[in-house]
């Protein structure tokens, strides 16, 4: 399949322009104060306004109004660096994908002619950081403190990553795929940014190497010219500006599998375990947990007391959403959202709920979701070193006049 095709491929129905809800104008109170002195809505090359929350690395969050949609446009996608050293789009020039390691028959260089004559998998899928509601945390943790725009939800097309891995031949050995990006640290002594994942996933079709999104090339802060797509698994695994993969019979053991992204055993759900990474008392942080979050109204928004609705999007690990309530009081009470179709296992399902007439005054607005597997989400913060996996429904304040 040749670039022209990718672009203009299937899904354009999902991509027509939004309507979304007015921008977002303030930051969220419960960031804290640090963030909130720095922070601020700007404008990027090839993206419209995001909230940028540092520069070095680029991390820039996604406004919540955009989420009001499925499919969430390239100019609007959260940007989530671990380096510093980002590529360049010259630096992308003469690219190409290097595949090798002890668990392949030979190793091989892939060019993007070569990638594009490989069959063309298709995935709706959300791409969200771990940390996404970091900031959110009572007490605050370390890191980018995330409100809820540390994600977005994509249709991806590229190869699925086992045929790329046919051409080098996958051993009967093969336990983990190593994969590496063009970015790089910015001094001596950092690690280098690599994960790993476990061959089950490895060899799922629905893990590609992406090389378009929305049907167009990927945006360079989004992974330009090939990234890694792991749905229903945190971003953290969806290494960007892809530039070689490791198939190989032993775990990768670095700071980014060993020690960073980690959470207490048995804290949160999982289906595919990462055997090969756990210990006895800490596992790798893998697959989504079930969420949901009200992007229209926003908060501090006044509303018409005659009523209005309620929207937003749910999303979990590939289950699927099987239910999302609505609480205007602040949890006390909840009522039925009603579910537009689903859109695949990995997307975003929108809710909406007209609220009818209502007194004057002040409510707190909540959604939370279940999903086919009857997880729902978390009454109380599963706190963690890390601050991963904020899935505690959140009062959005709004007034009705």
């Not at 999902?14 to 720095?38: K, Q």
């Not at 093969?174 to 994969?179: G, I, M, S």
């Not at 706190?383 to 959005?396: C, K, Q, S």
Request: proline share 9%; hydrophobic share 40%; aromatic share 8%.
């Amino acid at each position: 399949m040749r670039r022209r095709e990718i672009i203009a491929g299937a899904g354009a129905a999902l991509l027509a322009s939004p309507s979304v809800a007015a921008e977002s104008t303030t930051l969220p109170a419960e960031l804290p104060d640090g963030t909130r002195a720095v922070a601020q809505f700007v404008n990027l090359p090839d993206k419209r306004r995001m909230l940028r929350l540092t520069d070095r690395p680029p991390n820039y969050a996604t406004p919540v109004n955009v989420f009001t949609d499925v499919v969430t446009p390239n100019d609007r996608f959260f940007v989530r660096y671990h380096l510093a050293g980002v590529p360049s789009a010259a630096d992308m020039d003469g690219w190409s994908l290097t595949i090798g390691g002890d668990a392949v028959n030979r190793q091989i260089r892939l060019k993007m002619s070569d990638l594009l004559d490989l069959p063309t998998n298709q995935v709706l899928s959300v791409c969200q950081c771990a940390g996404n509601r970091r900031g959110f945390f009572d007490p605050h943790v370390a890191g980018v403190q995330w409100p809820d725009g540390g994600m977005g939800c994509a249709v991806w097309r590229g190869p699925a990553l086992r045929d790329v891995l046919k051409a080098a031949g996958v051993k009967a050995e093969a336990l983990e795929v190593w994969v590496g990006g063009a970015d790089k640290p910015p001094m001596e002594g950092t690690p280098p940014f690599r994960k790993s994942i476990p061959i089950e996933k490895a060899m799922d079709g629905d893990t590609i190497v992406a090389i378009a999104m929305n049907n167009a090339p990927l945006p360079l802060l989004n992974g330009y010219p090939a990234r890694l797509v792991v749905p229903g698994w945190t971003g953290t695994y969806w290494m960007k500006h892809l530039t070689n993969i490791e198939v190989s019979a032993e775990p990768l053991k670095n700071f980014w599998m060993q020690t960073a992204y980690r959470v207490p055993a048995g804290m949160f759900p999982v289906q595919l375990p990462f055997k090969s990474q756990a210990t006895e008392t800490t596992v790798p942080i893998t697959e989504l947990v079930v969420n949901s979050l009200i992007a229209d109204p926003l908060e501090g928004d006044e509303v018409e007391r005659s009523g209005f609705t309620i929207r937003g999007v749910a999303w979990d690990r590939g289950t699927g959403i099987n239910r999302v309530e609505i609480s205007l009081d602040g949890g006390r009470n909840w009522q039925d959202a009603m579910l537009e179709k689903p859109l695949g296992p990995y997307a975003y399902r929108r809710f909406s709920l007209p609220t009818g007439s209502l007194r004057p005054g002040t409510y707190k607005l909540m959604s939370r979701a279940t999903n086919h597997a009857g997880e729902r989400q978390a009454d109380k913060l599963k706190t963690n070193p890390g601050g991963y996996h904020n899935n505690v429904p959140r009062p959005i304040a709004v007034v009705a006049r």
